[in-house]
């Protein structure tokens, strides 16, 4: 997401790892109250995670490239059940900190300027389908994926539908009809004198990800829908 000069997670996760246990970064975003992420749930084991990362893992077949991988703790989780996995991650402190965990296969970068690589599975948790930003630039994250897969490969991704943030106490859903899409939101992390620049990020329901993924050339399949509206899908090329 960023590089070192505006890293507050990455920064966080290099202070949990060298002994600052209760390391958390702010998150402020332009549709709720201000939040915390704490850098501990970066660091997370297999039996720790949500019901729906466990079963996204346990789905991972062939080679696979974990998207935005954080600390690396879905890349190790692999690695334990000999899965020939490769962590993807911008922050170089975080990459640092993987290297550390023992993560054996790193690349380090941007998704959408390096070369891409042929994987199995491509694997974007913790709704890293977001990375598109907006639905506007949605096509253009698709196709980005799309260089990344081998022949017959599959996208596992993880989204919400966030509707609920618009919900009035009677049940009832006020939206814009005008405005944008209720699941683009705007961001700002920051972590002790860190702070990032806003940036977007996108939560997108179902069908309307299956209209986006057929017009780009690709089939998508609910595979887990859990009563939150988070949900995991399953993208395959046509």
């Known amino acids: 997401m960023s590089t070192n000069s505006t890293d507050p997670l990455g920064l966080a996760i290099q202070d949990y790892w060298n002994g600052n246990k209760r390391a ?52 190790l989780a692999l690695q334990e059940r ?20 023992g993560v054996k296969q790193i690349i380090a970068g941007d998704f959408f300027l390096l ?17 598109a930003g907006s639905l506007e630039k949605l096509p253009e994250f698709l196709q980005a994926c799309k260089r990344w897969l081998a022949p017959d490969g599959q996208i596992l991704l993880e989204s919400s539908d966030i509707i609920y943030l618009y919900e009035e106490e009677d049940g009832s859903v006020l939206l814009d009809l005008n405005g944008p899409y209720y699941g ?26 299956q209209q986006y993924a057929s017009h780009e050339g ?21």
């Open 184 to 209: 683009e939101l705007t961001y700002v992390m920051q972590y002790k004198n860190e702070r990032t620049q806003p940036f977007d990020w996108l939560f997108i329901d179902f069908d309307l990800l």
């Open 218 to 238: 690709l089939q998508a399949e609910l595979l887990l829908n859990e009563e939150d509206g988070h949900y995991i899908a399953r993208l395959a090329v046509q």
């Open 24 to 75: 958390t970064v702010k998150v402020f975003t332009d549709q709720a109250d201000p939040d915390e992420l704490p850098a501990a749930y970066m660091f997370r084991g297999f039996k720790e995670m949500p019901d729906r990362e466990r079963f996204a893992l346990e789905h991972c077949v062939g080679r696979v490239l974990d998207v935005g991988a954080g600390a690396g703790s879905h890349a």
């Open 82 to 101: 000999a899965v020939d996995v490769t962590a993807l991650e911008i922050s170089e402190r975080a990459v640092d900190v993987q290297k550390q965990r």
């Open 115 to 131: 070369p891409p690589q042929p994987f199995d599975t491509l694997l974007l948790l913790m709704n890293g389908i977001g990375l």
